[in-house]
């Protein structure tokens, strides 16, 4: 992808139950696979567009072990350490401080490392042309809308609002309302009117992006600014001191609900997509891989 920087971060402790369901089941429904973690999974499908030297992995120190038995040598991505955490506010901007030192003109995608994808070639190629658009002429944070098939309360909702432009055969849209982990009665009105499920994949400018934080985060981005600093001075100390005065923020919350007028979303209507984060939606996920399994057989 040129220029271009992917930035992922890894998912949050409690992501280790599906991930264990994921390892304990998929080898029963699929057997073709190859069994790997969910971090594996994000990597593989990410490289598929972007090289891995582009890429960042932004972890917590609580997951040492897991990133242990993750690379056994030392990986080509670089992988940033947050010292505690701080919200997925955070768990965004301290890596895009870092890119935005190595290169102010990137353009970041990030991907949540509990995701399941059935056609990630098609997913990874939308996601080239997204960056492509937003590289050309966007100042807005472009999210990825999934087609929502019910009132789940867990997921972020968007409100497509005017067309903006196509990018292949899917729609790029305006973004009138989001909403975070709403309640049932607004998760059942956004599934009548229409809405998308938030995927939190999500493509950008790096300097957009840090603007939109410095502006509605005034009590998080100058310490991950000081943070990221500290990494080249091989500070831990100094850093964790930094990282611990941060207000802790989550990201869809005070970024995605506080400006859609900054928004734009993207549908990707041919692409069969969940996210991981509970075991019902692993669950779910092997149910439709032993189904595409049986069809196609």
Same mark, same amino acid.
């Given at each position: 992808?040129?220029?271009?920087?992917?930035?992922?971060?890894?998912?949050?402790?409690?992501?280790?139950?599906?991930?264990?369901?994921?390892?304990?089941?998929?080898?029963?429904?699929?057997?073709?696979?190859?069994?790997?973690?969910?971090?594996?999974?994000?990597?593989?499908? =990410?490289?598929?567009?972007?090289?891995?030297?582009?890429?960042?992995?932004?972890?917590?120190?609580?997951?040492?072990?897991?990133?242990?038995?993750?690379?056994?040598?030392? +990986?080509?991505?670089?992988? *940033?350490?947050?010292?505690?955490?701080?919200?997925?506010?955070?768990?965004?901007?301290?890596?895009?401080?870092?890119?935005?030192?190595?290169?102010?003109?990137?353009?970041?995608?990030?991907?949540?490392?509990?995701?399941?994808?059935?056609?990630?070639?098609?997913?990874?190629?939308? =996601?080239?042309?997204?960056?492509?658009?937003? &590289?050309?002429?966007?100042?807005? *944070? =472009?999210?990825?809308?999934?087609?929502?098939?019910?009132?789940?309360?867990?997921?972020?909702?968007?409100?497509?609002?005017?067309?903006?432009?196509?990018?292949?055969?899917?729609?790029?849209?305006? =973004?009138?309302?989001?909403?975070?982990?709403?309640?049932? $009665?607004?998760?059942?009105?956004?599934?009548?009117? $229409?809405?998308?499920?938030?995927?939190?994949? *999500?493509?950008?400018?790096?300097?957009?992006?840090?603007?939109?934080?410095?502006?509605?985060?005034?009590? *998080?981005?100058?310490?991950?600014?000081?943070?990221?600093?500290?990494?080249?001075?091989?500070? +831990?100390?100094?850093?964790?001191?930094?990282? $611990?005065?941060?207000?802790?923020?989550?990201?869809?919350?005070?970024?995605?609900?506080?400006? +859609?007028?900054?928004?734009?979303?993207?549908?990707?209507?041919?692409?069969?997509?969940?996210?991981?984060?509970?075991?019902?939606?692993?669950? &779910?996920?092997?149910?439709?891989?032993?189904?595409?399994?049986?069809?196609?057989?």
């Amino acid at each position: 992808m040129g220029d271009r920087v992917s930035r992922r971060r890894r998912s949050s402790a409690p992501a280790r139950r599906p991930q264990a369901l994921w390892r304990r089941t998929l080898e029963t429904v699929c057997e073709d696979r190859r069994i790997e973690s969910l971090l594996s999974h994000t990597l593989d499908r =990410v490289a598929l567009k972007i090289p891995p030297e582009r890429t960042v992995i932004a972890t917590c120190r609580a997951h040492g072990k897991y990133m242990e038995q993750e690379f056994t040598e030392t +990986p080509r991505q670089r992988v *940033l350490v947050q010292p505690e955490d701080r919200g997925t506010a955070a768990g965004i901007f301290f890596p895009a401080h870092w890119i935005d030192s190595q290169d102010p003109e990137a353009v970041v995608a990030v991907f949540p490392s509990d995701h399941f994808i059935l056609q990630e070639s098609t997913f990874m190629s939308h =996601v080239a042309n997204v960056a492509a658009y937003v &590289q050309r002429e966007s100042g807005r *944070l =472009v999210l990825f809308g999934a087609t929502a098939n019910e009132s789940d309360t867990e997921y972020g909702w968007i409100e497509p609002g005017e067309h903006l432009g196509k990018l292949g055969a899917d729609s790029l849209l305006h =973004v009138n309302r989001f909403w975070e982990k709403p309640s049932e $009665g607004r998760a059942r009105a956004c599934l009548a009117s $229409g809405c998308l499920w938030n995927t939190l994949v *999500l493509v950008a400018r790096i300097s957009p992006l840090l603007d939109v934080g410095r502006r509605l985060l005034p009590r *998080l981005m100058p310490w991950m600014a000081r943070a990221t600093r500290l990494l080249a001075t091989e500070r +831990p100390l100094a850093i964790e001191q930094e990282y $611990g005065r941060a207000a802790k923020a989550d990201f869809s919350r005070t970024i995605l609900e506080a400006c +859609p007028a900054l928004l734009a979303v993207s549908t990707i209507q041919a692409i069969t997509w969940s996210d991981l984060g509970t075991p019902p939606k692993v669950r &779910q996920a092997l149910q439709i891989m032993a189904s595409r399994k049986i069809d196609a057989a």
